[in-house]
């Protein structure tokens, strides 16, 4: 089982402490969930995972090695953030293509994106754009992706149909993070969780998650 892991991560802008000490386990076929709060430090950690983002301190390690910026080490992880990354000019099909996801298979999960391979990012309307490099990421084939608000600015039946693409593609053993304002997707969708809070980390339930009532916002 490939595992990636980030722990002793300390980071501060200014004067102000955003992460000390936190701690992130990844597996693969498993997907994992980030909970917090808005502004306490989640799309931070993802960065700093993914290598775009170096903090005072970290250790980045995949199956026990120690790695700097994992970003540029082939076919190990993907990460989508959460403003538009992908060039509008891009033809959808060429954008399928730099992932090494072929158009079919989008077409097998969204059919009615068949035809409009040739179609340019730009003419889709925001949440069309949204589809497409979301699939992207979450299908191209590296051990695990990195997923800040995939659900966001998506209809509640493209939400069901992305959640069923994350679930089979996990099951390939490809391994997840996902952080969502949609609390309840993120509920139901992940097999381990992480709570953010207090520039940290900490390993949850379901039901620690659901007895702290953050789902409900009653905290």
Do not use: W
Request: charged share 20%.
């Amino acid at each position: 089982m490939n595992i990636l892991e980030a722990d002793s991560i300390a980071l501060s802008f200014q004067s102000r402490n955003i992460l000390s000490g936190a701690y992130i386990k990844l597996e693969g076929g498993k997907i994992t969930g980030l909970i917090g709060r808005n502004g306490y430090g989640k799309s931070c950690l993802m960065k700093i995972i993914y290598g775009t983002l170096e903090p005072a301190f970290k250790s980045v390690r995949y199956n026990g090695k120690h790695l700097v910026k994992p970003y540029l080490k082939k076919g190990l992880l993907q990460y989508l953030p959460q403003f538009d990354f992908v060039p509008r000019h891009l033809r959808l099909e060429a954008i399928l293509h730099m992932y090494d996801v072929p158009y079919t298979a989008l077409t097998s999960y969204f059919p009615e994106f068949a035809h409009r391979g040739k179609e340019r990012l730009g003419n889709l309307s925001g949440g069309q754009a949204r589809i497409i490099t979301t699939f992207a990421l979450i299908a191209a084939p590296v051990k695990f992706a990195l997923l800040d608000e995939p659900f966001t600015h998506l209809m509640p039946v493209h939400i069901e149909v992305m959640r069923s693409l994350i679930q089979d593609t996990a099951a390939k053993h490809k391994g997840f993070l996902i952080t969502d304002h949609l609390y309840d997707h993120i509920l139901e969708l992940c097999d381990v969780y992480y709570y953010l809070d207090q520039q940290t980390t900490r390993a949850l339930t379901r039901e620690q998650l659901q007895e702290k009532a953050y789902f409900t916002r009653k905290e």
